[in-house]
């Protein structure tokens, strides 16, 4: 496999950017008590690299009620409410919460004139303090499986999924520069999270091991093999659209997703999670309810939060929407709010005040049997 890094190289990697301390655990991970790193966010880091200039393009009017209160109790989170739709309803799409509090909303699967769905160049950015959508630098390459995060430099990093390409976008300049690709892997359906100098990228239904994408080198790391399927002996497992967070003591989660050795592509509860230092997944805590196509971040108090997503398996079923907002608190997952408008392929990310954005997916329709994409925005404040 060429442009990869070996797996000897991933430790030292990996540790080099999360600052691990030698002789670490590698099963569960501990408490975060007395821990001084910052929590991690699986969308958005800070850094000194600037903020993003204004962008142009047209404003979209919020309405005078999209930051109504919610009325449905959130025990995770002080408050809840809808904000202002996202103008270009997507699913698929990716989320990046950029340092000076504006959210990107990036390519993605928008809606085709004969019905069905086309992959987005769309690039569009919401605005706090106005509370409105703008219009921003569209991404070069059309995208339909989006994945996005913050990287420590303060861009924004895109991966193209079912794309063609990987792209950074420099605040600095507003301008978007094309990236390096792995050579014979198919980058799709997976999670996409920051890790100190490095990107990882956590699933993907082709996929036997992790990958990690380095910022400095624009190169991809291959890391530890994912872990002997449950079921399936003598195969790996293999998860399509998991959720993925990194927690302030530096372990990496894989959550939920589609198991692709079973025929309907049946979501799963499992839970996976690679401790610092450590060269294989272990076990963590199952899910409440079966989870696929869903979002997560870490929260402000360094809490791993998922957001959406389906219930079922993939092939011969209508979606069934999770409406649950799950939180770990450590030992076990828990309920911390109720989703607004349930829907599945939708994504987050989390500002530099900890108000979590959940953004866009599809929805079922009233009917119960078709699918409709949906701008619905709801923020999550701490």
Same mark, same amino acid.
């Given at each position: ?26 099963? $569960?991970?501990?408490? !975060? ?38 009325? !449905? ?24 919460? $950029? ?84 050579? !014979? ?91 610092? !230092? ?17 979002? $997560? ?86």
């Amino acid at each position: 496999m060429r442009n990869l890094v070996p797996l000897a190289c991933f430790s030292a990697v990996i540790c080099a950017a999360l600052g691990c301390a030698g002789g670490a655990d590698a099963g $569960a991970p501990q408490g !975060n008590e007395g821990n001084e790193r910052p929590p991690a966010q699986s969308s958005a880091t800070t850094n000194d690299a600037g903020s993003p200039p204004s962008s142009s393009g047209p404003a979209v009017d919020a309405g005078t009620d999209a930051l109504a209160p919610s009325a !449905n109790a959130s025990p995770g989170f002080a408050a809840h409410r809808a904000g202002p739709d996202l103008p270009t309803p997507r699913m698929y799409l990716g989320a990046a919460c $950029a340092p000076d509090g504006r959210v990107f909303a990036i390519g993605g699967q928008s809606a085709a004139q004969n019905g069905g769905r086309s992959s987005s160049t769309a690039v569009e950015i919401y605005e706090p303090s106005k509370n409105v959508w703008t219009t921003g630098t569209s991404i070069p390459t059309a995208q339909a499986m989006t994945t996005a995060a913050v990287g420590y430099d303060g861009r924004i990093y895109a991966f193209g999924g079912s794309g063609d390409g990987n792209y950074a976008y420099d605040p600095k300049t507003n301008a978007w520069r094309k990236l390096s690709s792995p050579k !014979n892997v198919a980058l799709t359906a997976y999670a996409m999270v920051p890790m100190g100098h490095s990107l990882a990228l956590v699933g993907g239904p082709n996929m036997n091991t992790l990958l990690t994408y380095d910022i400095d080198q624009d190169a991809f790391v291959e890391g530890p093999a994912y872990p002997p399927d449950p079921t399936f002996a003598g195969r790996t497992v293999h998860r399509s659209t998991p959720a993925a967070g990194l927690l302030p003591d530096g372990s990496l989660w894989m959550i939920g997703g589609f198991d692709t050795l079973v025929p309907d592509l049946a979501a799963t509860t499992d839970t996976f999670v690679l401790a610092p !230092n450590a060269t294989s997944w272990k076990p963590g805590p199952s899910l409440p309810t079966a989870l696929a196509r869903a979002s $997560a971040v870490i929260d402000k108090q360094g809490r791993l939060v998922t957001f959406g997503g389906q219930s079922n398996g993939y092939v011969g079923h209508v979606e069934s929407c999770v409406a649950d907002v799950l939180r770990f608190d450590g030992t076990s997952w828990m309920p911390a709010a109720t989703i607004l408008d349930p829907r599945v392929g939708g994504a987050a990310c989390v500002d530099p005040k900890g108000n979590a954005y959940f953004i866009g997916g599809e929805a079922v329709a009233p009917n119960g049997t078709d699918t409709a994409l949906v701008g619905t925005v709801e923020i999550f404040s701490p």
